[in-house]
């Protein structure tokens, strides 16, 4: 018998044991005969018993998902489907589930797989926002919470990998087409926006040549609409009483004589906290996703398997913004507090008089082309021996194209009519209500041009008016951010497996493997200034729009506008604001990584007081090779200089693993699983380009120098962990599980600073720094240390109804609950938590599925958390985020047994998503009446059909 049949196909081992599962076999004696009825279990329950059996299967700690055929997916996106998993949750981009949390961690601390291997991210750093991958295309997702050495990627949260269908497995040929249309709740609160969208999939499997070539193709296009009613604030400021009269931020007067000398101080008195600012707006975005999937595997003969994949996906996600920012406190007005929280000292109403606003009509379009292509190949060499060699490559290309067009009622803070603005937040955390007197809709009285002093760059600075007169701060009348992201990755591995006869020892697999990886971010951004500079200009007939409702928020209508056309058309000039403004150049970075890994693993199998114990123990040695190029700057004569920079670093890790499960009976499993992980660093914190400064006062390290930027020499985050589980497998769909998790953290990152010295760097014989001067300087960045410990607890479980009475088939449950904590201490021993870290996450799916009709109700909760959001000039900023629930339905009809002729392949289904219109909420620091974002989604359905020939 050779080694192909004997030991090396677990995939066709699990498609046989879904075969016996998904066919229940009744025998009754008609006539001396015995006949056998079957009948067959589809659909939603047999992607739960799929699931079920790839747990039960697998040696680690894993959860699943899985698609009866290619497109079947029981949720509209890859990353809804794997939050419902236990231990799981998401954190929502825009109304979308896209940022995949796995106890506790964030999704920087896990790796993301595609047929095993590492894949490629549009985000600025490792993590993976998954809704650039379409869920129609894929077969099954696996989460992997405990790591084996064999698994080619490191994640101290776990490993997500996503598979594509294995044609020769699937063992029949299938032609399937799928379809949706999409509505949100919301009408267009754009004009130019879109309420309805549609989704559609084309799929192919066959096998040819005696099942000795399988093809599997799929074809998926997507346009999906979002909208968000979104109150945000600029920030709460102090308020104090002036005994001279009148509310101000300050927290004194000064009274100076002639000599500008301070001979007085007037200390001002308290009042509470009020809204700084704010900028409210609607959003209409558009989702658009084109994507090709190809596979074709080959077996010539039972010792040979070879498997090609390749995956395509052009993504792109354009938003239409459009609102006002309105200063308060921080703005020009004579501020009038009206009302005080006694219990917090937040003033939940007042009045600002003779203020001036920004009208906002914003575009932002998130472009991505991604490729990916893999070759593995399997040989049994001998009956006891097998050989796999793996190839792959992966590339994406993402481009962000965000501009904001302001205008207002005149030019600078002193120009155009002011408004008379009030506030009220009249109770929870959905923001504030607005009083108003202008008429935003007014396309007279609201023109193009910047209405408040913003743009401090020295080349607007240099603009004149007509009289010759510098108008400084005046020349922003927009701005375009435009960053850039390049990520490619390459591997190879080669690796064996062996059967052995060796103690306890069953089967030995070892291998090495090599990745190159080089991500580049090109920070870039332009100040806008209208050609006809320093005029405002009403907006031409042929780019107005008409209107947008901010009555949400109290501002009534204001002007709606074709920004981005005036800016192709050439009504606004572009100042590049890299040439005064060195957070650009710091911001972008060029790192490539070398990661050369070596493994080996025994498998395991023997008996522990007559049980049966399996399980397999490894080593991963994993060394890495950074290399991170970047520049060395300061700003000089108000203008950046910089020279190119490239700092070298390797380190290397032991990574040992261990996976045991013990077979209480033919149901129960105990299951332990202890190995030592890693994160690596995030590719923005390890950047080499740096900024220095000079100041003639030291600072409090008695230095004159400051350096700051990322830190190329930062190690991976290390831990160790330790889990156990208890699983009862007591159907064939349903199961149950108690499991505990310990991780040890260590070497976390954290901000610090320290002394340098550039004494190899500067040129301290430079004119403009004063003999003596020391080359001690301060160097600000991210460093390795501090750590504590995070464990947990999970308790899931997936019970049919038929256990309990017959009449009840096809009705079930899946639930789980998972507790979290963590005692996380920074460098000087102060508390840290972790982002993404929720201390309670729920997941409940209650679910009909029997003769044809299938509905669901889904519920996904958790507690609050630390998440990261993009800010200003898309910086990466960490928030507190409110807990939300998350609520999912589905109804659906397979007409394949309905008995009617030529519906057979047929089955429709209508899904509603966020039916309760459940808002995304962050916080602006502990007081929870100081919300920072609301934002309201509203629900969105999908009509859909599946037909299959």
Do not use: C
């Not at 658009?288 to 003969?301: C, G, K, T, Y």
């Not at 501090?786 to 049919?800: A, C, F, K, N, R």
């Amino acid at each position: 018998m050779s080694l192909t049949n004997k030991r090396f196909r677990p995939a066709m081992l699990s498609v046989a044991i879904a075969a016996s599962v998904s066919s229940v076999g009744v025998y009754a004696q008609e006539d001396g005969a015995t006949a056998l009825e079957e009948l067959t279990v589809t659909g939603f329950r047999k992607s739960v018993m799929d699931s079920i059996d790839t747990k039960r299967d697998s040696k680690s700690v894993v959860e699943a998902i899985s698609a009866e055929d290619i497109g079947k997916l029981p949720d509209s996106s890859i990353a809804e489907a794997i939050s419902r998993l236990p231990g799981l949750a998401t954190q929502r981009l825009d109304g979308r589930a896209s940022r995949v949390t796995i106890r506790g961690f964030g999704e920087n601390e896990s790796a993301t797989t595609f047929n095993g291997r590492e894949q490629v991210s549009i985000s600025d750093n490792r993590g993976v926002e998954f809704d650039l991958y379409p869920s129609e295309i894929m077969s099954g997702v696996t989460v992997y919470k405990t790591p084996s050495a064999n698994l080619e990627a490191e994640g101290i949260a776990g490993v997500i990998d996503m598979q594509t269908v294995k044609p020769l497995e699937r063992g029949e040929r299938v032609v399937q087409f799928n379809g949706q249309l999409e509505q949100t709740s919301f009408d267009k609160l754009n004009p130019d926006g879109e309420d309805q969208g549609h989704r559609g999939t084309f799929s192919y499997v066959d096998q040819f040549a005696d099942d000795t070539i399988g093809v599997a193709f799929a074809y998926n296009t997507m346009s999906s609409p979002n909208q968000e009613e979104r109150w945000q604030t600029w920030g709460y400021a102090n308020v104090f009483l002036n005994p001279q009269g009148g509310y101000t931020t300050s927290d004194k007067t000064e009274i100076k004589n002639d000599a500008d000398e301070v001979i007085e101080t007037i200390p001002h008195e308290l009042v509470g906290s009020m809204l700084g600012g704010a900028k409210p707006f609607v959003r209409s975005s558009v989702l658009e996703r084109d994507s090709a999937m190809l596979v074709v595997e080959l077996q010539p003969n039972e010792k040979l398997n070879a498997t090609f994949d390749a995956l395509y996906v052009d993504f792109s996600d354009e938003k239409i913004l459009r609102g006002i920012e309105v200063p308060f406190a921080w703005g020009q007005g004579a501020l009038s507090p009206n009302a005080i929280d006694d219990a917090s000292g937040f003033i939940t109403s007042g009045n600002t008089d003779g203020q001036r606003v920004v009208v906002r009509n914003d575009l932002e379009t998130r472009a991505a082309e991604m490729k990916s292509f893999g070759f593995n190949t399997k040989y049994d060499f001998s009956d006891d021996l097998q050989l796999e060699f793996d190839a792959s490559h992966s590339k994406v290309e993402r481009d962000i194209w965000s501009f904001e067009s302001y205008s207002g009622t005149g030019r600078g803070d002193n120009g155009g009519v002011a408004d008379n603005l009030s506030y009220i937040f009249d109770g929870g955390n959905t923001g504030a209500k607005f009083q108003h007197g202008l008429d935003y809709s007014d396309w007279n009285l609201i023109q193009l041009g910047g209405p408040l002093s913003w743009g401090g760059s020295q080349a607007l600075n240099d603009k004149y008016n007509l009289a010759g007169t510098p108008l400084q701060n005046t020349a922003q009348d927009g701005f375009l951010n435009a960053p850039e992201i390049d990520d490619e990755l390459s591997s190879l591995k080669l690796a064996a497996t062996q059967i052995v006869e060796a103690g306890i020892v069953n089967e030995v697999s070892y291998g090495v493997s090599y990745r190159d990886r080089q991500k580049v971010k090109r920070s870039q951004g332009y100040f806008m200034t209208l050609d006809n500079f320093p005029g405002t200009m009403v907006v031409p007939e042929e780019y107005r729009l008409g209107s947008v409702s901010l009555d949400f928020i109290g501002m009534g209508d204001m002007i709606a506008y074709d920004a981005a056309g005036m800016l192709k058309d050439g009504f606004y000039e572009l100042t590049d604001e890299a040439l005064t403004d060195i957070k650009h150049l710091t911001k972008s970075y060029d790192i490539s990584e070398e990661v050369t890994a070596a493994f080996a693993q025994a498998g395991l199998e023997t008996e522990v007081a007559g049980l049966p114990l399996s399980g397999n123990i490894g080593l991963r040695y994993v060394h890495t090779q950074v290399n991170s190029k970047g520049y060395t700057g300061k700003v000089e004569n108000n203008l950046v200089v910089a020279e190119a920079s490239n700092v070298k670093h390797d380190y290397g890790h032991l990574l040992p693993s261990m996976n045991l499960v013990l077979e209480l009976n033919e149901s129960q499993t105990l299951r332990f699983g202890a190995a030592k992980t890693i994160s690596r660093a995030r590719m923005d914190e390890m950047n080499s380009s740096v900024n220095f400064s000079y100041s003639d006062t030291p600072d409090a390290n008695g230095n004159n120098f400051k350096i700051e930027g990322g830190n190329p020499y930062l190690e991976p985050k290390e831990a160790v962990g330790l889990d156990l589980s208890y699983e009862n497998y007591f159907s064939e769909e349903g199961y149950y599980s108690v499991a505990l998790f310990w991780k040890d953290l260590d070497s976390w990152h954290f901000d610090d600073n320290y002394q340098v010295d550039v004494s190899e760097v500067l040129d301290l014989s430079s004119a403009l720094i004063p003999d003596g001067v020391s080359s001690n300087a301060t160097r600000y960045s991210k460093v390795n240390g501090g750590g504590g410990t995070l464990q947990g607890y999970e308790l899931s479980v997936s019970l049919p109804f038929n256990i309990l009475s017959e009449s009840l088939d096809g009705f079930g449950l899946l639930a789980s609950h998972t507790g979290v904590s963590s005692d996380i201490k920074d460098l000087n021993g102060n508390k840290y938590e972790l982002p993404g870290l929720s201390d309670s996450i729920q997941n409940l799916t209650f679910y009909y599925d029997n003769h044809g009709f299938s509905a669901r109700t889904s519920v996904r909760k958790r507690s609050d958390f630390k998440g990261e959001v993009y800010g200003v000039g898309f910086n990466i900023d960490q928030v507190d985020v409110v807990g939300e629930t998350i609520v999912d339905a589905q109804l659906g009809y397979d007409f394949g047994e309905s008995g009617v002729s030529g519906l057979e392949g047929l089955s429709v289904f209508l899904q509603g998503i966020n039916l309760t219109d459940e808002p995304f909420t962050t916080l602006s620091g502990d007081n929870a009446l100081q919300v920072r974002d609301y934002q309201s989604y509203g629900k969105t359905y999908l009509l859909g059909f599946s037909y299959k020939l």
